[in-house]
């Protein structure tokens, strides 16, 4: 047993593991470098706390998993039972793990910019293996650190008694040092996913649960800590996710004693986990990332290890037309084929049809359930449709929402016991829905089964829009809460059609972003961010969506002139800037639309597909702005030779000019050319004349320095306009 201390990228983890309980985080946070071993135990009596008045007799201990038997009398890590009976633990330390191929052990860890950047190299384990005999139970922690130097901690708890224990509540927790007193998280609802909300870190806990059986429109995504007024350029940062499509909860506590803690796990239900002998319970993932660099730090980290996954799609993301706005349920062959034309001349790469193809689905109140092809509708099925969209080259998808039933479907009449439900009654309806039960091995079946036969009865289906349009409310199987099972099973079902269908890429929709997580994201390619496309909402919602997701996983298209979910009227141009900066594709009715549109249009797209690279490679920055109706944004390149930023103006305001951008994560000894990209319109202003460097088509030539600490004036934008730059290095060490 002993003091483990790993490193990777800019993050060291100290852990205490000499026993006899259950090991301490003695530091989680800013690369410490190679301590020498001798420091080590100085390292941890630095951080006991002194003995106080009106307290235990000893200091008291923090561990991986809080008990109140070592002191701990905030919120516990276990809640748990055996009729009523082992109810506390006191876990004592077994073995500890340690797998640390460029182990630290107080050796230099040479990590060289490359894989920093590309998190290749290997992540740090630590599996720490405890047990409460008294208790019947045995406790495993994981502990990963991965080479971008994001932490992850699962516990594992197995009942070795010979009845039941019920495990209420299992979440680990991570301490976070006094100097983080603010904290920011995220909330929303439908068409206005992740809204910020920032306060004062107070005394007690700040509680974020959802409770809708899916991720939710209002999950945090990140819950932050952070040193007062930190920023996107600034500010020593700590956060958590927790990666979980079902009930979960995020926590941030701070108490009086002293300690402050950030942690997250799954919210269950009474009765929901009942542990059988020999049986275990595992926890979601909690991701753990620290930054000194403010919010643009923690997204370092994120994007790079997603970036690095196996999983994480390889290749030019598509640029995906999506008709549900141009057509909504009104399926017509000769429509859609035409939609497609008009597609594939504007550079579209793949064509999704969306909800309305299957049996009885006219209308969003019927159909659901029913996955075979509407004949009425599609005398020759979709495969015409399909046929005329590959033959422009174009990819082809197609929308399902594969646990929802309506009542009105013939999968409902047949079988209304495979709906979750508390016994005797139906959940509310929602959208005229119900949820099918997958945890039922016959319903899990069958949709496997139907699924898998729509993809294989048709020539060339590559992606599926995975939808989920309702909460989850009284969600029983068996007369038992069934949402963890629920969640479960929908992992399976997506790991089992991946595997029988690979290369098939799937979109985790939930009526928008209610399904966002990187549980979820370990099976699905990217997320459709929202059903507002917006371009001003839209401008938030993936700023806030951006902080967790790199810009390749988060779908975002370019919507009608008027917004069908706000009745905005937007130009061409704001809406084709705010959607560039994504999974980008279109969701309009693009038939419509004059000749003049559409190769503005066709250019729009053609700018994504040169910057694509850049856009879903780079590094994202987001700009601090005093005046906070400016919101800018890039993308750098790693090696800072090309970047592209955004400048929106979101309404007017007192100042009539907003004072200078600034461009951050550019090199500061390299100059730099920044021009409007060529063969796009500019924006809309109210000025008599540009700012001088604008003045010239040439842009300005100036170093990295000047435009990371200085800024640029922007010419006067009217409200809801962008500026789009582009940045290139012209040389070397001037
Ligand atoms: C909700 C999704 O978010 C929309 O994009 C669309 O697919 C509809 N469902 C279809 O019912």
């Known amino acids: ?160 008694g010979d009845r039941p224990y019920e495990v209420r509540e299992l979440t680990p927790v ?143 993301r598509p640029v995906t037309l999506n008709v549900w706005e141009a057509v909504y349920f009104d399926h017509d062959l000769d429509r859609l084929k035409g939609l497609a034309d008009r597609a594939a001349e504007v550079g579209v790469e793949r064509f999704v049809l969306d909800d309305g193809w299957f049996r009885g689905r006219r209308h969003d109140r019927a159909g659901l359930g029913d996955w075979w092809v509407d004949d009425d509708v599609w005398p020759d099925g979709l495969q015409p449709l399909i046929d005329h969209v590959r033959k422009h080259g174009m990819q082809f998808g197609l929308w399902v929402e594969p646990e929802m039933v309506n009542p009105d479907s013939d999968l409902f009449r047949a079988h209304p016991d495979w709906v979750l439900q508390a016994p005797g009654r139906l959940p509310p309806e929602w959208r005229h829905q119900q949820v099918l039960d997958l945890a039922h091995p016959d319903a899990y079946a069958h949709l496997l089964d139907r699924l898998d036969a729509v993809l294989r009865e048709h020539d060339g289906i590559a992606y599926l829009k995975w939808d989920h349009n309702r909460d989850l409310t009284e969600a ?52 459709w961010a929202s059903d507002c496309n917006d371009a001003l909402e839209r401008l938030s919602i993936q700023r806030w969506t951006g902080l967790l997701l790199p810009p ?46 559409r190769i503005e249009l066709a250019a729009w797209v053609a700018l994504h597909k040169r910057l694509r690279p850049l856009l879903h490679g780079g590094r994202v920055v987001r700009v601090d702005h005093p005046d906070p109706t400016v919101q800018a944004h890039g993308v750098v390149a790693h090696d800072r030779s090309h970047a592209v930023y955004a400048v929106s103006r979101l309404a007017t305001s007192a100042a009539q000019v907003p004072g200078p951008v600034r461009l951050p994560g550019l090199d500061p000894s390299r100059r730099y050319l920044v021009r409007p990209p060529a063969g796009v319109p500019e924006p809309a202003l109210l000025e008599l004349a540009p700012p001088g460097w604008l003045a010239s088509d040439g842009g300005v030539t100036v170093s990295g320095s000047v435009l990371g600490s200085v800024g640029l004036q922007v010419p006067a934008l009217h409200p809801e306009q962008a500026l789009l730059l582009e940045v290139t290095a012209v040389d070397r060490n001037f």
């Open 552 to 597: 390749e996983l988060i779908g975002t298209h370019i919507g009608p002139e008027r917004s069908h979910t706000t009745h905005r009227v937007h130009d061409l141009g704001f809406r084709a800037v705010t959607a560039l900066f994504g999974h980008h594709g279109i969701e309009w009715d693009i038939s419509g639309i004059s000749a003049t549109e």
């Open 476 to 527: 029983g199987h068996a007369g038992r809460p069934g949402v963890h099972a629920q969640t479960a099973a929908v992992y399976r079902l997506l790991d089992e059609l991946r595997a029988r269908h690979p290369g098939l890429e799937i979109e985790s929709c939930s009526s928008g972003g209610a399904r966002v997580d990187l549980e979820i994201l370990r099976r699905t390619d990217r997320v």
């Open 174 to 316: 991570l301490p976070v040092p006094a100097v983080a007193t603010e904290l920011l998280d995220l909330t929303g609802r439908w068409c206005r996913e992740r809204a910020p909300q920032r306060h004062q870190w107070p005394m007690g806990a700040w509680v974020r649960e959802g409770r809708h059986g899916r991720t939710g429109h209002d999950a945090t995504l990140l819950l932050v800590a952070g040193t007062p007024g930190f920023g996107f350029g600034h500010g020593e940062t700590w956060a958590v996710h927790t990666a979980w499509s079902g009930d979960h909860v995020t926590v941030a506590e701070r108490r009086p004693t002293g300690e402050a803690t950030l942690g997250g796990g799954e919210l269950l239900a009474p009765g929901e986990i009942l542990l059988g002998p020999g049986a275990e319970y595992a926890t979601p993932l909690l991701y753990a990332v620290h930054s000194a660099d403010g919010l643009d730090g923690l997204s370092d980290v994120l994007h790079t290890h997603l970036r690095a996954r196996p999983e994480h799609p390889r290749g030019p």
């Open 1 to 160: 047993m002993t003091i483990v201390h790993l490193r990777r990228a800019r993050t060291s983890l100290v852990l205490d593991a000499r026993g006899p309980g259950l090991p301490r985080v003695v530091h989680w946070g800013a690369d410490l470098g190679p301590l020498p071993a001798d420091d080590l135990p100085a390292l941890v009596d630095a951080t006991v706390p002194p003995v106080v008045p009106s307290s235990f007799d000893a200091p008291t201990v923090l561990s991986l998993l809080p008990e109140a038997s070592a002191g701990w009398s905030g919120r516990p890590g276990l809640a748990g039972h055996r009729e009523g009976r082992d109810w506390s633990t006191a876990f004592r330390l077994d073995t500890v793990d340690v797998d640390d191929p460029r182990g630290d052990g107080g050796e230099a860890v040479r990590v060289s910019e490359r894989e920093r950047d590309h998190g290749g190299a290997g992540a740090a384990r630590v599996t720490v293996r405890a047990a409460d005999p008294g208790a019947g139970l045995s406790l495993t922690v994981e502990i990963t650190l991965s080479a971008a130097g994001l932490l992850t901690v699962r516990h594992r708890l197995r009942n070795d």
